[in-house]
């Protein structure tokens, strides 16, 4: 097969390129315009039709290699040191780590009350962002509040963490505001809202880093999805306001954004500096333990971290996979 080209330099970029990937290609400088492909090899359109797919190979080889080999390395490593394989004295496969932290009640109870959090932040934060979106969607699509929202995902866990605690604290600005009230006689008297065994504060915190982020989601779902045309729909067919922001465009929301709640939720749980600031030691999330555990003088300890770290992991993986997998068969159905 014979294929004619415009310039010289362009042949021979081409058959440069086409030798490198072991194709037989043959230049004709005498012509300048005339490129040989062996027929046997492939022809012009199976060339062309080939070259995307390297790029799309070696991208999905340097996430392998960059992102999830990494990851698998050092999961093993940890699961290794967890068993006694490696580390500080290590004795050879041993269950005696395994076994004093999942036979620990702190343990279950660590696991449970950081799912706790994670569960009530991201009720309140959807509820609340699902609620003004459907109520005034276009507030947040256009005007000074579309970009105000941004703010308050521009400040770090930590930071969030600090303000919570001189706001919701026994010695902060509620507590100082409602004495100056006469709302209470002492400082003392404010309930306690941080370092609470009911991880109010925490709570708090998240609260105030998630619900920016869902309101900017359900706007974007809402213009995207063309949802506005639809309730108009609803209305013109007989449907009062409420009966179409609730049962018409929140159902369609919460679809669409169930991988992302679900994402964010596993976030949360996992979170560690706003436990850390605003938690309190006889209820702690299972970040902080696994880090009291690993950071301590106790070397006996570091095991039982890895342990958690390794339990954690398989956790959170196997909800992701089954939360998302019901989520997909929900939008095939």
């Not at 100056?180 to 008297?189: A, H």
């Not at 979170?271 to 106790?298: C, D, H």
């Not at 070397?299 to 989520?327: F, M, N």
């Amino acid at each position: 097969m014979v294929v004619k080209s415009r310039s010289q330099a362009a042949h021979q970029r081409l058959c440069i390129s086409e030798r490198a990937l072991g194709h037989n290609v043959t230049f004709h400088p005498a012509t300048c315009d005339v490129l040989t492909f062996d027929v046997s090899t492939c022809d012009v359109q199976t060339f062309r039709a080939m070259k995307p797919h390297y790029a799309k190979y070696l991208a999905l080889g340097l996430f392998l290699a960059l992102a999830v080999l990494p990851l698998l390395a050092g999961l093993g490593y940890v699961l290794a040191y967890s068993l006694g394989l490696v580390g500080f004295r290590s004795a050879g496969l041993t269950l005696v780590h395994w076994e004093a932290v999942l036979g620990s009640t702190f343990f279950w109870r660590t696991l449970a009350f950081s799912a706790y959090v994670a569960v009530m932040t991201i009720g309140l934060a959807v509820g609340a962002a699902l609620w003004m979106v459907v109520t005034r969607p276009q507030a947040f699509l256009q005007g000074s509040l579309s970009l105000f929202i941004y703010f308050p995902l521009s400040i770090p866990a930590i930071v969030m963490a600090f303000f919570v605690f001189q706001m919701l604290s026994g010695g902060g600005l509620l507590s100082r505001i409602g004495y100056q009230l006469g709302l209470m006689e002492g400082l003392e008297q404010f309930p306690g809202l941080v370092n609470d065994t009911w991880g109010i504060g925490i709570i708090t915190a998240h609260f105030l880093m998630a619900a920016p982020f869902f309101v900017i989601l359900f706007a974007n779902l809402y213009d995207n999805e063309k949802l506005a045309a639809l309730v108009q729909l609803a209305r013109t067919l007989g449907a009062n306001p409420r009966q179409a922001a609730w049962r018409v465009a929140a159902p369609v929301l919460l679809q669409r954004a169930f991988a992302a709640i679900v994402l964010y939720g596993l976030f949360v749980m996992g979170a560690y500096e706003a436990p850390l600031l605003l938690g309190s030691q006889s209820q702690q999330m299972v970040s902080v333990l696994t880090i009291q555990k690993l950071q301590r003088f106790n070397l006996a300890d570091i095991p039982q971290a890895y342990v958690i770290s390794v339990a954690y992991a398989v956790l959170v993986l196997t909800l992701a996979v089954w939360l998302l997998g019901r989520g997909k068969r929900g939008d095939a159905r």
